[in-house]
């Protein structure tokens, strides 16, 4: 049964420069019921900006004066709140459709480098090898120091057709250079392909508008192709770094009867907000295999903990990055908008995942190639990210694990792992337990529901 997309006022926030009045004002109405303190530091903001634009050694352009405040303060709230001008904006909203020009890579700023989460499959950065956990510390030669990752990701665009070079830091090399040549990038968010004769195996690789709809065809191919014939299917979640909530929705609701996908939880209890499934299960209750690891992230996390949480499916491969909450797009007038962190999100039995991520029911590692063993192939998921909000349950943090994924099916032990898994083929997990060494070398677990 066909379900549709039903879309909720969630996404990315960008926000640009305003004027040093226009600023003032809104923190003068924003501080209405601030106490005397916070006057005082508005008070001092004020004294530095006109200190600067009347004393500094040369005239300022104080519009980037401003960004660079709102950023600042931004900064220090979390990892992903952030502030864009008109055009990052516009480009972030072309993004998110699912088509943008640049080297289709996903980013995030650590320790004053930009970071790779990982690349985009079938783009210039996947095709030039680049990986999870690389760190870009120039671009065309200028140092990433002192920038912001809005500023470094928009280096990073350009002219379709024209070359840029990154500088790559690697665990265990030198510092390299690596040219790519941008392209326009067509995020084809959802690919499919039969396995084993009977097993309809699909690959999300971002939640963008066009997802559902990808997966809807897919389903739709494997109904006209494989009938009854089919075992199962397997959702392809690895190295996703996430995207539009509503699409989260949608897919977790695709393979759901009833119950809730996913709740958001705000700064106050009236803000909560709850999501549940629809009746119709494009698969016809035939098995799900989730596929994870640590570069599946937001959005993969949301659809795995739905169907994890309601039986609905086994999650095979490592621990998920951990990106548990939620961040509002709020357009600011035409200047660009703001990306806030406005709430966490809790799987349907009420688990946030913030800063832990989702274990695989079945983990399986990766074997790694001669080249790279020894080296870190892991995320440290969102612990690891500096200012990253705390999991409110408390205990340990920790997300994020192993992200490779081998080219060459024939060597991808999770891929195999789920295909024996829905031929009925007991699987164990490939990683002893701590302290304990189990005779068959792993712990048997159950065939999925």
């Known amino acids: 049964m066909k379900k549709t997309s039903r879309l909720q006022n969630f996404g990315l926030v960008l926000a640009g420069a305003v004027s040093a009045s226009l600023l003032w004002h809104a923190f003068g109405e924003a501080g209405a019921s601030s106490n005397a303190d916070t006057y005082k530091q508005l008070n001092l903001f004020g004294d530095v900006f006109d200190r600067v634009r009347a004393d500094y050694v040369e005239e300022p352009n104080e519009g980037q004066m401003i960004e660079a405040a709102i950023n600042g303060m931004l900064a220090s709230l979390d990892p992903h709140s952030s502030f864009m001008n008109a055009k990052q904006f516009q480009d972030m909203s072309v993004q998110t459709r699912g088509e943008f020009g640049g080297l289709g890579i996903e980013v995030t700023m650590e320790n004053g480098v930009i970071k790779v989460v990982s690349p985009i499959d079938d783009t210039p950065a996947s095709r030039a090898g680049l990986m999870a956990n690389d760190l870009i510390v120039k671009i065309d030669g200028t140092e990433i120091q002192g920038m912001t990752l809005n500023d470094a990701v928009d280096k990073m665009r350009g002219k379709i057709g024209s070359d840029i070079v990154l500088t790559i830091q690697r665990e265990g090399k030198e510092p390299f250079e690596q040219k790519l040549t941008r392209d326009r990038i067509r995020v084809q968010s959802v690919k499919y392909n039969i396995e084993a004769n009977d097993i309809g195996y699909i690959r999300i690789s971002s939640f963008t508008e066009q997802t559902q709809e990808g997966l809807e065809k897919a389903m739709a191919h494997f109904r006209t192709t494989l009938g009854d014939k089919a075992k199962g299917y397997i959702l392809d979640l690895r190295n996703d770094p996430g995207g539009l909530l509503d699409m989260a929705i949608s897919v977790s609701d695709s393979f759901l009867d009833r119950g809730e ?142 992200a490779y994924v081998p080219e060459d099916k024939t060597k991808d032990m999770q891929l195999k792992a789920a295909i024996d898994m829905l031929h009925g083929v007991k699987v164990v997990t490939n990683v002893k337990p701590k302290d304990e060494k189990p005779a068959d070398g792993g712990k048997a677990v159950a065939t999925p529901n």
């Open 261 to 402: 996908v996913v709740s958001t939880r705000g700064r106050h209890a009236d803000e909560t907000q709850r999501y549940n499934a629809t009746k119709g299960d494009l698969a016809d209750g035939k098995p799900v295999i989730i596929l994870i690891n640590g570069g599946s992230a937001s959005a993969s996390e949301i659809v795995a903990g739905a169907l994890q949480d309601h039986k609905r499916a086994t999650l095979i491969g490592t621990r998920s990055f951990g990106k548990g909450s939620v961040q509002t797009i709020i357009p600011l007038g035409g200047q660009g908008a703001l990306r806030l962190t406005t709430a966490r999100y809790y799987t349907p039995a009420g688990r946030s995942i913030q800063a832990k991520g989702i274990d695989a029911d079945i983990v399986i590692e990766q074997d790694l190639p001669p080249e790279l063993k020894g080296k870190n192939v892991s995320t440290e998921g969102e612990a690891g990210l500096r200012g990253h909000l705390s999991n409110e349950a408390g205990g340990d943090e920790g997300g994020g694990s192993s």
